[in-house]
């Protein structure tokens, strides 16, 4: 059977790259929609919720295939246990620095803006790292200690143990045994079909009785798609045939997600669309998944196509985008806050904060690499590690929650 020869498979480290720097513009705009956010602009409203739908299906399931994918390339070169070591030091160190004093300032922001808090930063620290759930507003509570937007790291280290421990118990001949037959089953127009319909099937299955919480513990909708799609991202690695046989799909695949992002925007846009019955469920989830999924089918087929090549540039935004990842969004929150008393046009407004959050989270990472003590707790020097975060649907519709991506 046919196999990637190569360690890396470029096209998916700019596909990467993308889909992070696609998260400064999301979280931008999470400022800017009607969905439950952290902060809000006083001129929130509906007007781009449609583009911000555009990427929120299929983002992260994207990045978990792809880190499934660097995933089964290094666990092909190390040891199991090497493996579990390395990933574990490489996204738990960032975890715990990013829990402890980067995302802080988000709900600190959050508490002032929706219930009035008038303590200090310190004095809201002390409150943070001691759990305190006093933060309220009727059910609704503040968990305090909280991993917010890097809640993808510790998804994938999850994950990542998950899969040390299937690989000890497989061994790499099944395991690449297995990433064959699978290869084999998504050839032609079972490629497009066949993980749509099981997308689709969790979707009606789970997402009505599990909310998206990105709790980890609870989360079994989440974990019933992102789960699967790292474990086939780490199998269909070295699989040629699976990504040329993307890559021939592209331009059905842009069709039906093209097709599926407008129907999706006329069912949110549905009277009955925040309390949806069995029949709306199905039939969303019937479009929805297949937008998902074909979605990742054309950008990896295109990226495939004409962005399979290694460069300086590849290089030093595949180090740099992790470090961006954690620092973003508390930039943008923060920022969003102080500009918010000098009324600038939210058009202004949106690319100033655009801007200056790229050119702050690249002075971070610039200052982090050149610090040999802080080049591992920002994840400087990861090439195959992670990130992003979250909102609420349409008012929420159709499940949405504010954690969704």
Not at 258 to 267: M, N, Q, R, V
Not at 312 to 333: G, M, N, S
């Amino acid at each position: 059977m046919p196999t990637t020869s190569a360690s890396r498979l470029y096209f998916l480290d700019w596909l990467r790259i993308a889909a992070f720097f696609l998260l400064i513009l999301y979280h931008t705009g999470m400022y800017y929609v009607t969905w439950d956010w952290h902060v809000k602009s006083p001129a929130a409203s509906d007007a781009i919720e449609p583009l911000m739908l555009l990427s929120s299906p299929w983002r992260m399931s994207l990045l978990f295939l792809i880190s499934g994918a660097a995933s089964g390339f290094l666990l092909a070169k190390l040891a199991n246990g090497r493996f579990l070591r390395e990933r574990s030091r490489r996204l738990l160190l960032p975890l715990l620095f990013g829990m402890l004093v980067i995302v802080p300032p988000q709900p600190f922001c959050e508490v002032i803006e929706k219930l009035g808090y008038a303590g200090s930063y310190p004095d809201f620290m002390r409150l943070y790292v001691t759990g305190y759930h006093g933060f309220c507003r009727g059910d609704d509570c503040l968990d305090l200690p909280t991993w917010n937007h890097l809640w993808f790291v510790a998804y994938l280290w999850a994950y990542t143990v998950l899969l040390a421990l299937l690989a000890t118990v497989a061994g790499a001949a099944r395991l690449a045994r297995a990433g064959e037959r699978l290869a084999a089953a998504l050839t032609g127009w079972r490629a497009l079909v066949l993980p749509a319909a099981y997308l689709a099937l969790a979707r009606v299955a789970l997402k009505p009785y599990f909310e998206e919480t990105h709790a980890l513990v609870d989360d079994w909708y989440n974990h019933a798609v992102y789960l699967p799609l790292f474990l086939a991202g780490v199998l269909l690695a070295r699989q040629a045939r699976f990504w040329a046989a993307l890559e021939r799909l592209r331009w059905p695949a842009l069709a039906v997600a093209a097709a599926g992002w407008a129907l999706l925007i006329c069912l949110y846009s549905l009277p009955n669309a925040g309390q949806p019955d069995l029949a709306l469920r199905i039939v969303a989830a019937c479009v929805r998944s297949p937008f998902q999924w074909c979605a990742i089918v054309a950008l990896c087929g295109f990226a495939r196509r004409h962005l399979n090549a290694d460069g300086a540039a590849r290089r030093y935004l595949t180090e740099a985008v992790f470090p961006v990842y954690i620092v973003h969004q508390t930039l943008i929150v923060g920022m969003a806050m102080l500009l918010k008393p000098l009324r600038i046009a939210p058009a202004t407004e949106g690319a100033i904060l655009v801007v200056l959050t790229c050119a702050f989270s690249f002075a971070i990472f610039e200052v982090a690499r050149r610090v040999s003590g802080v080049r591992a707790l920002f994840g400087v020097g990861m090439r195959e590690a992670t990130g992003s975060v979250p909102a609420r649907g349409l008012t929420p519709k159709f499940g949405e929650s504010r954690h969704s991506a």
